[in-house]
């Protein structure tokens, strides 16, 4: 074997689950068929549990830097800071169950680089300008082709995650299934310059798709071109987009950078095919509505990148591997599900009209507008488990918490991450058992809260409030997540 994990695709999602996997002692390798770096604005944010992920990892400064600018980008394409719903910008921050988790605004290039650096300080290689062009697979590993300057290379790994994108070549060779709805609108931005607006209707919504425009800005969302258009957008496919849309012509100069998406929404059946699995737009495509794309990759990489070291170092326990599909695959349904609804909201006519009034009126209620906070920031997730939730914490991502140590000071929980292991918050150390850090507190900063196992990905496998620790369900979320093979004898 050459390494442990062939990954193929270093956008965002690819170099973090690479990261994720050399942190938990995994050697993987990047294969990426560009020449280097994308500088594509694709996305241009990410969420909190994307940002919190980073933020475990030591990475926030860092993405932060880069926030009031990505905040200003917004506010000035979109007329307000505020997170929306089908271009309905009333999703107010203060309104949220927890307005302190906060999403971070930076664009895919800065983003890239950022984890670029990251992952090579750990020892990642990242192979730009090699391309997979075959792949197979058998009981002991995958084996790819791969074409590169140097020529047709084979290389062999126990473990393959394609992260390769929307147009996925991973997913094509295995095959994997990828039902769903194909597209009904198209969705143009590009750096560019209208000649004459003054013919223009207002920036928004009308009876024939939507149309932005200013700042060095046009974007269009077109729901009477559905075609399958190649390359970069010329100034004459952007031309005719506000045509179809304004029923104005236009003359556009000027036209720099752009992107092109449809809505179409599909999904793998499986994000994992025996040695092969994926994450991000490879495991899932859907429109950019509402900005949670890179997010949602994002965690399919943390979810998948310690479960897939320790398969691969043989200490995971049973069926480990296949709770990446069972608990990520319906998270990207219900993504694909809120962008389709975000679509029929665009769509012109007197009934998506109608429709939206009414959504924008059930917004102003504050338990409504926390409903639409919780669904595109992802804050409601909670994962199921197979033993009793006990706290109404087990199941879903930790927050930042302050903590008092037992031998005296304060850190926070984010502080003690960076490595990438599991770890036990607990009045006492649970000192029977191996395979986790752990941290004897006496207050975590919640009065419902006196311990927890938190799993590498931020998840919280179990936790207890006060006068409850010796809650039986420790022990078997202990075995669930670290292995059961994992616990001393009385002796040490």
Same mark, same amino acid.
Request: net charge negative; with cysteine; proline share 7%.
């Given at each position: 074997?050459?390494?442990?994990?062939?990954?193929?695709?270093?956008?965002?999602?690819?170099?973090?689950?690479?990261?994720?996997?050399?942190?938990?002692?995994?050697?993987?390798?990047?294969?990426?068929?560009?020449?280097?770096?994308?500088?594509?604005?694709?996305?241009?944010?990410?969420?909190?549990?994307?940002?919190?992920?980073?933020?475990?990892?030591?990475?926030?400064?860092?993405?932060?830097?880069?926030?009031?600018?990505?905040?200003?980008?917004?506010?000035?394409?979109?007329?307000?800071?505020?997170?929306?719903?089908?271009?309905?910008?009333?999703?107010?921050?203060?309104?949220?169950?927890?307005?302190?988790?906060?999403?971070?605004?930076?664009?895919?290039?800065?983003?890239?680089?950022?984890?670029?650096?990251?992952?090579?300080?750990?020892?990642?290689?990242?192979?730009?300008?090699?391309?997979?062009?075959?792949?197979?697979?058998?009981?002991?590993?995958?084996?790819?082709?791969?074409?590169?300057?140097?020529?047709?290379?084979?290389?062999?790994?126990?473990?393959?995650?394609?992260?390769?994108?929307?147009?996925?070549?991973?997913?094509?060779?295995?095959?994997?299934?990828?039902?769903?709805?194909?597209?009904?609108?198209?969705?143009?931005?590009?750096?560019?310059?209208?000649?004459?607006?003054?013919?223009?209707?207002?920036?928004?919504?009308?009876?024939?798709?939507?149309?932005?425009?200013?700042?060095?800005?046009?974007?269009?969302?077109?729901?009477?071109?559905?075609?399958?258009?190649?390359?970069?957008?010329?100034?004459?496919?952007?031309?005719?987009?506000?045509?179809?849309?304004?029923?104005?012509?236009?003359?556009?100069?000027?036209?720099?950078?752009?992107?092109?998406?449809?809505?179409?929404?599909?999904?793998?059946?499986?994000?994992?095919?025996?040695?092969?699995?994926?994450?991000?737009?490879?495991?899932?495509?859907?429109?950019?509505?509402?900005? #949670? *794309?890179?997010? $949602?990759? =994002?965690?399919? %990489?943390?979810?998948?990148? +310690?479960?897939?070291?320790?398969? @691969? !170092?043989? /200490?995971?326990?049973?069926?480990?591997?296949?709770?990446?599909?069972?608990?990520?695959?319906?998270?990207?349904?219900?993504?694909?599900?809120?962008?389709?609804?975000?679509?029929?909201?665009?769509?012109?006519?007197?009934?998506?009209?109608?429709?939206?009034?009414?959504?924008?009126?059930?917004?102003?209620?504050?338990?409504?507008?926390?409903?639409?906070?919780?669904?595109?920031?992802?804050?409601?997730?909670?994962?199921?488990?197979?033993?009793?939730?006990?706290?109404?914490?087990?199941?879903?991502?930790?927050?930042?918490?302050?903590?008092?140590?037992?031998?005296?000071?304060?850190?926070?929980?984010?502080?003690?991450?960076? #490595? *990438?292991?599991? $770890?036990? =918050?607990?009045? %006492?150390?649970?000192?029977? +058992?191996?395979?986790?850090?752990? @941290? !004897?507190? /006496?207050?975590?900063?919640?009065?419902?809260?006196?311990?927890?196992?938190?799993?590498?990905?931020?998840?919280?496998?179990?936790?207890?409030?006060?006068?409850?620790?010796?809650?039986?369900?420790?022990?078997?979320?202990?075995?669930?997540?670290?292995?059961?093979?994992?616990?001393?004898?009385?002796?040490?």
């Amino acid at each position: 074997m050459d390494n442990d994990v062939i990954v193929v695709g270093a956008g965002p999602v690819g170099l973090l689950l690479a990261a994720e996997l050399r942190l938990a002692g995994a050697q993987p390798v990047v294969l990426e068929a560009r020449h280097g770096p994308n500088d594509e604005k694709r996305a241009r944010g990410i969420g909190p549990l994307a940002t919190e992920a980073l933020r475990r990892r030591g990475l926030g400064e860092e993405i932060a830097r880069h926030d009031a600018q990505g905040r200003a980008d917004f506010a000035r394409d979109h007329g307000s800071d505020n997170g929306h719903f089908a271009a309905i910008h009333k999703i107010d921050p203060a309104l949220q169950d927890e307005p302190g988790r906060e999403r971070t605004l930076i664009w895919q290039p800065e983003l890239e680089k950022i984890l670029v650096s990251y992952a090579t300080g750990l020892g990642v290689p990242i192979r730009y300008g090699h391309r997979v062009t075959g792949l197979g697979q058998d009981e002991a590993g995958v084996t790819v082709t791969v074409t590169s300057a140097r020529g047709e290379l084979r290389l062999r790994s126990p473990y393959l995650a394609g992260c390769d994108g929307g147009r996925s070549t991973v997913r094509e060779l295995v095959p994997f299934g990828f039902p769903g709805t194909p597209p009904t609108m198209t969705v143009r931005r590009a750096a560019a310059r209208i000649e004459d607006t003054s013919a223009l209707p207002p920036p928004g919504r009308n009876d024939r798709g939507t149309l932005f425009y200013g700042g060095g800005m046009v974007a269009t969302f077109d729901f009477d071109d559905t075609e399958r258009h190649r390359g970069p957008i010329t100034a004459e496919e952007l031309e005719a987009s506000v045509r179809r849309i304004s029923g104005v012509d236009v003359a556009i100069t000027e036209v720099g950078a752009g992107l092109r998406f449809t809505d179409q929404a599909r999904q793998a059946s499986s994000y994992r095919l025996g040695r092969v699995l994926l994450a991000g737009d490879a495991a899932h495509v859907h429109s950019p509505s509402g900005g #949670q *794309g890179l997010n $949602l990759g =994002l965690l399919d %990489a943390v979810n998948l990148g +310690w479960k897939l070291a320790a398969t @691969v !170092a043989g /200490t995971a326990p049973a069926g480990l591997l296949d709770t990446y599909h069972h608990e990520r695959h319906p998270v990207g349904a219900e993504v694909l599900h809120n962008t389709r609804a975000q679509s029929a909201l665009l769509r012109p006519g007197p009934h998506s009209d109608a429709l939206r009034d009414i959504v924008a009126d059930l917004m102003d209620i504050p338990e409504v507008n926390r409903y639409f906070g919780r669904m595109l920031s992802g804050l409601g997730l909670r994962h199921d488990f197979p033993y009793p939730a006990t706290h109404p914490l087990t199941g879903r991502p930790c927050p930042d918490l302050e903590l008092t140590l037992t031998g005296g000071g304060t850190t926070r929980l984010y502080d003690l991450t960076h #490595q *990438g292991g599991p $770890l036990m =918050l607990h009045p %006492a150390p649970a000192a029977q +058992w191996t395979g986790f850090e752990s @941290v !004897a507190v /006496t207050s975590t900063g919640r009065s419902d809260l006196a311990a927890a196992l938190i799993r590498p990905d931020g998840i919280v496998a179990w936790a207890a409030a006060p006068g409850h620790l010796d809650d039986v369900t420790r022990e078997t979320a202990l075995r669930t997540w670290i292995g059961a093979g994992r616990q001393r004898t009385s002796d040490g």
